[in-house]
């Protein structure tokens, strides 16, 4: 396993894999994506309570799952290159980062969509909310901090920091309608113990998580080549490659 996770940290290796990956994750999405969108809409029952409104389920709970997914990932490869100094696992935590941004961009707007007609407002200041919120800045912290050295070794170690200061925010989003009274609707699916919610209804779910993980690992291989590619540009491989 060490021989493998070696052979990772070789810019050229970890560029050609994520070449070979991208077009399979992206396409293998494509297909789960679309079926979820008709089974959210269209195939399963409407709730009793929340009616029609609560179709938005499907695409607001996948993609605030991912968002913290995509920090706990960030975190980690930064802790990687931050401990055994792998200059692709830095490569990895900063093309992670705007996609992870991306998703908490979007889960904050389409909680402020599902809350309004529950709610009766857009936006209040509940525990999950907010922390999601401050995620949000720990993102923006992120990729404001690697964007702010000349030096990239300088700007990969302080990002890493930040990434890693960051993460004990994630467990506090995930338990925040747990620990604290929340106006937020609590865990149904993604919790200990069995789902609330009817089977019938379940399924979309699940095709819809799947499918954006493997929208995200696509995108991500995209980002990882260009990431590489920017740091290793002086490299001999570089030129045999473009």
């Given at each position: 396993?060490?021989?493998?996770i070696h052979?990772?940290?070789?810019?050229?290796?970890?560029?050609?894999?994520?070449e070979?990956?991208q077009r399979?994750?992206?396409?293998?999405s494509?297909?789960?994506?679309?079926?979820?969108?008709?089974?959210?809409?269209?195939?399963?029952?409407?709730?009793?309570?929340?009616?029609?409104?609560f179709?938005?389920?499907?695409?607001?709970?996948?993609?605030?799952?991912?968002?913290?997914?995509?920090?706990?990932?960030?975190?980690?490869?930064?802790?990687?290159?931050?401990?055994?100094?792998?200059?692709?696992?830095?490569?990895v935590?900063?093309?992670a980062?705007?996609?992870?941004?991306?998703?908490?961009?979007?889960?904050?707007?389409?909680?402020?969509?599902?809350?309004?007609?529950?709610?009766g407002?857009?936006?209040?200041?509940?525990?999950?909310?907010?922390?999601?919120?401050?995620?949000?800045?720990?993102?923006?912290?992120?990729?404001?901090?690697?964007?702010s050295?000349?030096?990239?070794?300088?700007?990969?170690?302080?990002?890493?920091?930040?990434?890693?200061?960051?993460?004990?925010?994630?467990?506090?989003?995930?338990?925040?309608?747990?620990?604290?009274n929340?106006?937020?609707?609590?865990?149904?699916?993604?919790?200990?113990?069995?789902?609330?919610?009817?089977?019938?209804?379940?399924?979309?779910?699940?095709?819809?998580?799947?499918?954006?993980?493997?929208?995200?690992?696509?995108v991500?291989?995209?980002r990882?080549?260009?990431?590489?590619?920017?740091?290793?540009?002086?490299?001999?491989?570089?030129?045999?490659?473009?």
């Amino acid at each position: 396993m060490w021989l493998w996770i070696h052979k990772l940290g070789s810019p050229p290796r970890a560029y050609r894999l994520a070449e070979r990956l991208q077009r399979w994750l992206l396409w293998g999405s494509l297909p789960l994506l679309i079926s979820a969108a008709a089974g959210g809409l269209w195939l399963v029952p409407m709730d009793y309570q929340q009616k029609d409104a609560f179709r938005i389920f499907y695409v607001h709970v996948p993609i605030a799952a991912l968002s913290l997914g995509a920090y706990m990932f960030l975190a980690v490869a930064a802790a990687v290159g931050l401990i055994w100094r792998m200059k692709v696992a830095y490569a990895v935590a900063a093309a992670a980062a705007p996609i992870g941004t991306v998703f908490t961009v979007l889960a904050l707007i389409t909680g402020s969509i599902w809350g309004r007609p529950m709610w009766g407002t857009w936006w209040v200041w509940d525990v999950r909310v907010t922390t999601e919120t401050i995620m949000l800045f720990f993102y923006i912290g992120y990729l404001s901090l690697a964007a702010s050295f000349e030096d990239v070794s300088r700007a990969d170690r302080a990002a890493a920091l930040l990434a890693i200061v960051g993460s004990i925010n994630v467990p506090i989003v995930k338990y925040s309608v747990v620990w604290w009274n929340s106006l937020h609707q609590g865990a149904t699916v993604l919790k200990f113990g069995s789902p609330t919610m009817d089977r019938s209804m379940l399924w979309p779910f699940y095709v819809a998580m799947l499918g954006i993980l493997l929208y995200f690992a696509g995108v991500l291989c995209i980002r990882i080549r260009a990431e590489i590619l920017r740091r290793d540009r002086h490299a001999a491989w570089v030129a045999e490659v473009l």
